[in-house]
Structure formats: C-alpha cells, structure tokens
C-alpha cells in the first residue's frame, strides 16, 4: 500500500530470509521501508524472529510499523508488547478491518491507543484504506520525541526485574532499554548474553559479575516459587493482551462459524484434509511441472534462436575441429539456455506458491503433514519441496531446494534441502528409461514402479539421521503456527510476487553458471590429442571430404564448390531448411526463396533440388554430414577419454568396479555433475552414437558384453542418490549461505550412493541374485529401515522443548 511496485527482494547478510525494501515519500521527503519476516514474538526460537530483533536493536529504524490482524487482535498484541518493551518509536497499523467488520467485531480504535501509549490507525492493506491517515501518523511519530511507558506487570518476577535491572546500570552508555535487557536475560536469552557481552567487551569482569547474578537469581525465583520463568513472562504478557482486548474488542452480536472455520472442518479433517491436500498437490505439480514442461518445450525454439543468434558473433564451424572460440562459446551458451529453458516452471511454481501463501492454504498443508515428517525430522511445510523435488518422477531439485525457504524451522529446513536432490527429479528420467528399456523390458512398469518410490524411502531415514547428527547443532523452532483466514489472493499480486522471484533467481545462477560452465569446458577439452590421433582423424576428415567433391566435379557445380566452401554451403542448406520448416503461407515461402536465391543462387539451387545434378550433389552432401557427425562423435568421445574428466573416469575405476561401474560409466556420471542429463547424451558421445534412447541401450548391450541387470540397477541407484547438479549446488549455497553445507551435500550423497551401488552389486553377485531379485531384496530393506528409523527418538533439544511447553 505504502511503496506500491517499487520495491526489491534481497536476502538478509549472512542468512537466508527474505527481505524487501520500498521507498515512499511524505511530502518532499522520501523514506525506505523495510519489511521485517512475518513472526509472533521476539525470542531466539527461530531464524525470523532473530532477523526482525536484530534489525530493530542494530539498524536504528526511525519509526516501527506493527501490523496488526483487527479480526484477531489478541493473538497479535503478543508481538506489539514486546516492541513496545523495546522502547522504539512506534505506529500500530490495524490492518484488514475489512475482515473484523464481517465477523460483527468492532475495535475501539481511541482505547486501543490510549493502552498501548503509541498511535493506532485503521487500515484495509490490499484495498489501500487508511493510507493517508497512516503516513501522517508516521510523520508525527518521526518528528515527536515522545516514547510509550507501556509496561507489562510480571507480578511475582517484577522483584528479580528491578534487582538485575540496577545491575546493568554498570554499562556505559547503553544502546538497549535496561528492563528490556534485564527480562530477556531472566528469560535466558542466548542473544540477549550476546548484547551484554557486546556491551561490556572492554569489562569483563562487570560482564562475568552480572551473569553470575542473573543466573543466582534464576536459581533463587525457581526454588521460591517452583515455577519456570519463561512460562510466567509468557502468562503475564499473555494476560496484558487479554486485558487490553476485553477493553478494546466488542461483539455486534453472537458470532456464527464464519466461512474460514466451516472449510477448515474438511481441509484440516483427518481423512478429508490429507485427500484434498493430494489433490492439491498434484495439481501444483501437474501445472508447475508437467504444463511447465510443456511450456519449457514449445519456447525452446526460442531460446535455441536466441543461441543461434549470438554465435553468429563466433568464427564459422569447421568441417570436423571447431574454433575453441566458438566450442566455449557454444558450451556457454547451451549451459545458459539449458537454465533459462525453466523459467516456464519457475514462473507457474512461483505463480502458484503466491497463490497458497496469500490464500492462507500453506499453514494447513503444514498442520497435516507436520506429525509425520517430524518423525524424520523434517517439518509439515517439507512438503512443497519434496513434491517439487519429484517425490516420484519428473520433479526438479532447484525449484525443490529455492521452496524450501518458506520452512521456519532452520533444522528442518536444511534437512529438507538436504534430502530434496535425492527426488527423482525430470533430468534422471532419460538414464532410468534406457537402463529399463535395455535390462528390464520384460518388467519396465515394476522396475519404474520401484525406482520412482524407493527414493522416498531411502530419503526419509537419511534426513532422520542427519538431523539427529551433522545438522543436530541447528536449532529446533517449536511448531507454532497461526491458521489465517482465507483469502482470494490478488492477481497484481502473485503476479509481481512470481516475478520478482523469478529474477532473482534469474540474476543470481545464470552469472554462476557462465563461470561453471567456462570450469568444465576445461576439463572436457584437455589435454589435447596425441599428435598421432589428431592425424589420423585429419586424414578421415579429408577423405569425407574427396568423395563429395569427387561427385561434384562430375557436374555443373564443380565451380562454386571447393574445400575451403564445402561448410558453407552445408550451414546455407541447413538455413534454408530451418527457414522453411513449419511455414504453409505461400506469399512468405516465396520471399523465403527470393532471399536465398539472392544470397548464393547456385547453392540455392541444390538445396531446392532443381534438376538431377543438384539432387545428385545434395545426396552426395547429406552423406558427407552424416560422415561429419560420425567423426564428431568418435572425435568427442576420444577426447572425453582423453581429458581431465577421463582420466578421472580411469582414477575411480578401482574403486568403482565393486559397484559394476567401468571408467566410461565412470565419465558419464562425472558428466552428470554439471547437469543429470549429460549421463545419457555423454554415454552416447562415449560410444559413438547420436543419443536416442533406442540406439544408447542398444550400443551399451553391443559395447559392454558383460553388462547385466544387477549393473543396471546398481547404476539406477546410484544416479538416484547421485549429488546435487551444478546448478542445483548453487540454489544450496544460496538457501544456505554456506560454502560447507554446500560441499556436504555433495560429498555425502556421492559416498551413499557409491555405498549403495556397491552393496546392491557385490551383494547380488555373492548371493548370485539376479537384478530383478535384488532390486525387491533392497527395496524391501528400505522399507525396514524407514520404520525402524523413524521409531529413533527426537533430538534432545527439542523433547526439552516440548517439555517446557514451548510447543
């Protein structure tokens, strides 16, 4: 209401949480508005809370905005007292009255105000109602000096308040109000002993004295009345809202179950609510996913001309050797379009996630699904992702991974992300359907049926596991969630919403991605050939290349074509094809030929076949070009054996071959690092063939004589446990602004799978199991194990929650 569209989203440094900031101006003068993350109070629980404290003691904002729910005023008053125990200027923005009016609640605006000490204004946010009102409140708050002397009565504890509070008195000149200070130490506050430690860096022993004396204090309330201190500052902040609320909020009449009660009665039922969340979800995902897809695939011409374009900048290819200008040109650009190719997904996914988050559906997602994906450690809002992920097939980890940030729970959350590249995601697809087609035909729909839920049961234990040991250290929030009213989300709305995060996404990985792709570039093209190889290709070159023009000497085009044009003449037919395909107007089909025919009439003439020479020399050219691709292929695959990355394959072949890998599957899953689908099209450079699924399963049973079922399932596992993508990497680092979270993810997942694979093959080759076999034998040691897993208490941490009423 206040910024309208001019606002950007960032992240908050060092962590994860979104921000925004806007500009609005009262009269001449123009101010930054900062949009604080959505929380319920104040204390060190979660990531939010943190985020919104710390911005309000450190960045020293002019005047606070608290927006208050009208139609739920007693809920959100938890959060207005603990600002104004802060101390900071202040306005109460009392939003969607809108909402109060239709449920007969009338607010009494002027006791409101005068309870709480600071300005209160009635506003409707998405109707802009109360704009004008709130912007003058704003501007005599900023210009006043006057502070509100709220406080809250904490009855039995005020005593120990008053005694620690002339304890900090010792700090000079304090930046925090010292009753504030001295509750959220009772409270004992981890962020507040931070404050104080801050505060008194160049006294420690002031420092060490006054936590000794908060901490004999604690000890001394806890003996004398045997209550827990953080339970009775809740109750008497608790009670000061109520209070307040008796005074301020009225009824018009009896309340009847309003509309958002009367659906949660079926979305929030416990056999109701998990079917309609279902169907919910697969809608998500069939229009994010499946029409994206779809999407992705119609605009692809696009962004295949678009890199067409852009290389006409680069020297012309070569009959066989390509400039390396124009190869890393090409691979960069391919890498780019490769990402901006899900920019149809990203948009519906983001579209549709504004939508659930504005139309207040989210929460009740997470109420449901909360209890069983805390057993594994995970939270009711892992969902998204993991379905985003490809919780059976054909997802995508990077919209997974960037959803995971709506999780509150920071454990939760990187567990979730953790586990999200273990989903199947669209990009595995192609491997399992040529392992499949090729080893399992005779049981392709069990053997789909498997590896699309098997991965569920593997990832569950696992994010079990890492929560209770390497992310143990994150903290737990308690599950605390408000179920809004629903609304009909507005269509500027989602759409800005779905856009801005689309260009986020797009600003931050396509710069990342370029530096990526120029890294592995390198490490696919050298070292170069031995001279000896190059030669013997060279001579292969020029022997294609005789026999065309051995066939045109023959006739009439003998002149115009030579050696040094033969590529031009067959990037001139391609053109003309392209130019051509799809077009039925006859008008444009004749400016079509106009234009080529005005650019070379001769080459022009044996692309439209005119005459039995021109026929004659244009079989004899497609058969060049099918000799040129042959030779690409054999050149591309030498030099993949060749490269970095092949004597990578080579190195890990002794430690591979327990899983049944050799060092071309070896290279084709180091290939796989940059982005899943290279597995499929680098097995077909490595076996020279042009990477359709028919001719990659065909050429593996020819090329690999010993290549069994139990081969092919242990490399389906292991491509299903297989690390994060390039690009995918990248969305981790950022969801978790840490470098080691980032080469955990990777180095796990590869040693899993590796373990996996190996157990599955040597396993199977011992007990002489054949792949059918052992691929049931696993999978039904999967499902053991989850059970099992998921019976492993909680964390410690979080059962002391529970324990002290926190959840």
């Known amino acids: 209401m206040l910024t309208g569209a001019r606002q950007h989203v960032a992240n908050y440094p060092g962590v994860t949480v979104e921000k925004k900031v806007g500009a609005f101006s009262i009269g001449l003068q123009r101010f930054d508005l900062v949009d604080l993350p959505g929380t319920y109070s104040l204390t060190s629980y979660s990531l939010e809370e943190r985020v919104a404290r710390d911005v309000i003691l450190h960045d020293d904002p002019e005047v606070l905005i608290d927006v208050v729910d009208a139609s739920n005023i007693q809920r959100h008053l938890y959060l207005t007292v603990q600002l104004l125990e802060m101390e900071r ?64 009565d904490y009855g039995i504890l005020e005593p120990y308040v008053a005694r620690v509070m002339e304890r900090l008195h010792f700090i000079p000149n304090p930046k925090y109000p010292l009753r504030w200070l001295a509750v959220k130490l009772l409270e004992d506050d981890s962020e507040a002993i931070t404050l104080l430690k801050d505060s008194l860096k160049e006294l420690t022993s002031i420092y060490s004295e006054i936590m000794l004396f908060v901490e004999a204090n604690r000890n001394d309330f806890v003996q004398k009345h045997e209550l827990d201190i953080e339970r009775v500052i809740a109750k008497q902040r608790h009670q000061a809202c109520s209070a307040i609320t008796e005074k301020c909020v009225s009824l018009t009449e009896k309340v009847k179950e309003n509309f958002s009660d009367s659906l949660d009665r079926y979305v929030c039922h416990k056999f109701f609510g998990p079917l309609i969340l279902f169907a919910i979800l697969f809608c998500l995902y ?78 009740r997602m997470a109420f449901l699904l909360d209890r069983l994906f805390r057993t594994f450690g995970m939270h009711g809002q892992s969902t998204l992702p993991l379905i985003l992920g490809g919780v059976y097939v054909g997802g995508c980890a990077i919209p997974g991974v960037m959803a995971t940030k709506a999780i509150p729970d920071e454990r939760a959350r990187l567990t979730t992300l953790m586990v999200v590249p273990m989903m199947n995601c669209l990009a595995k697809v192609p491997l399992y359907l040529i392992l499949i087609s090729a080893y399992f035909s005779n049981h ?12 569920l049961f593997m990832a569950l234990p696992v994010a079990k596991i890492l929560s209770l040991t390497v992310l143990s250290k994150y903290e737990s929030a308690p599950f605390i969630m408000e179920m809004p009213a629903y609304h009909l989300p507005t269509v500027s709305g989602v759409l ?3 856009v801005e995060r689309m260009w986020l996404f797009v600003k931050k990985i396509v710069t990342v991605v370029i530096a990526v792709a120029v890294i592995v570039f390198m490490l696919i093209n050298f070292p170069n050939l031995s001279k000896e190889v190059r030669e013997d290709f060279a001579q292969k070159e020029q022997k294609a290349i005789e026999k065309l023009l051995n066939v045109t000497s023959e006739t009439s085009f003998h002149s115009a ?61 497609r058969k060049a070009e099918r000799e040129r691709r042959k030779l690409r292929r054999k050149l591309r695959a030498a030099q993949f054996e060749n490269s970095f990355l092949g004597m990578m394959g080579h ?71 297989y690390p994060p993508c390039i690009p995918t990497l990248i969305m981790v680092r950022m969801q978790t602004a840490s470098t080691k979270l980032m080469c955990f993810s990777i180095a796990y997942q590869a040693l899993l799978g590796l373990g996996v694979a190996t157990f599955v093959f040597t396993g199977g080759t011992l007990l002489n199991l054949s792949g059918l076999q052992m691929m049931w034998l696993f999978y039904g040691l999967c499902v053991v194990a989850t059970i099992l897993v998921g019976l492993l208490p909680k964390s410690v941490e979080f059962e002391k929650m529970a324990v002290e009423g926190r959840v």
């Open 561 to 621: 074509i030579n050696e040094k044009n033969i590529m031009e003449l067959m990037l001139f037919v391609d053109a003309f094809k392209k130019a051509k395909r799809g077009v039925k107007n006859s008008e444009k089909l004749q400016r079509i030929d106009a234009s080529f025919a005005e650019q070379n009439l001769q080459f022009y003439t044996i692309a439209i076949r005119d005459g039995v020479e021109a026929k004659r020399v244009l079989k004899a050219l």
């Open 286 to 363: 069939q229009v994010s996913i499946v029409l994206g897809n779809d999407l992705a695939q119609r605009i692809w011409p696009m962004w295949a001309g678009l890199g067409d374009f852009l290389m006409q900048v680069f020297p012309q290819p070569e009959f066989l050797v390509d400039p390396m200008l124009r190869s890393l040109g090409s691979w960069v650009i391919q890498s780019v379009t490769a990402i901006l190719n899900y920019l149809p997904i990203f948009f519906l996914l983001f579209s549709l996630i504004a939508i659930l988050e504005d139309s207040g559906y989210m929460p």
């Open 444 to 455: 392709a729909g069990i053997a789909m049926f498997f590896i699309a839920t098997v991965t």
């Open 89 to 152: 200027p202040m306005v109460v923005s009392l939003n969607m009255m809108d909402v109060a009016e239709r449920r007969n609640i009338v607010v009494k605006k002027d006791v409101l105000q005068q309870a709480l000490g600071v300005p209160v204004v009635s506003t409707v946010g998405k109707k802009s109602i109360g704009r004008e009102e709130l912007l003058l409140a704003l501007e005599n708050t900023m210009s006043g000096t006057a502070v509100s002397n709220f406080k809250v």
């Open 496 to 498: 800005r919403r779905a």
């Open 651 to 721: 190195a890990l072949e002794p430690v591979t071959q327990y899983a049944g890998f050799n060092w071309r599957i070896n290279i084709a899953l180091l290939s796989a690092f940059a982005a899943k689908e290279n597995s499929a099209a680098t097995l077909g450079a490595i076996y020279g063939i042009d990477g359709s699924s028919k001719s990659v399963q065909d050429s593996m049973v020819e090329g690999e004589t010993g290549f069994t079922p139990l081969h092919a399932l242990a490399l389906m596992l292991f491509m299903a446990l």
